[in-house]
């Protein structure tokens, strides 16, 4: 039986695995308890990512808009 890494499991999961490799995989978690359990880690923790919400701080926003502020020229003056 071939000993399949987490970087496997990832590349499986995101389907980067080749034909061969793919097969063999789905082969071993059918069998595998253990290899099973740490693919529905990796699973788990993929799902978990998808939710991550980012958002800068308000401070770095104002920082950004008071620097914009300054550094904008008018197109036209009167």
Do not use: G, W
């Not at 496997?8 to 253990?34: C, G, M």
């Not at 699973?43 to 990512?49: C, F, G, I, N, Q």
């Amino acid at each position: 039986m071939r000993i399949f890494t987490q970087e496997d499991l990832v590349q499986y999961l995101y389907n980067e695995t080749s034909p061969k490799k793919t097969a063999s995989i789905k082969a071993a978690l059918e069998t595998d308890f253990s290899l099973r359990e740490m693919f529905k880690v990796i699973v788990s923790a993929h799902e978990r990512l998808n939710t991550v919400e980012y958002s800068p701080r308000e401070q770095v926003i104002n920082k950004l808009l008071r620097y914009a502020k300054k550094s904008v020229r008018p197109l036209h003056q009167h």
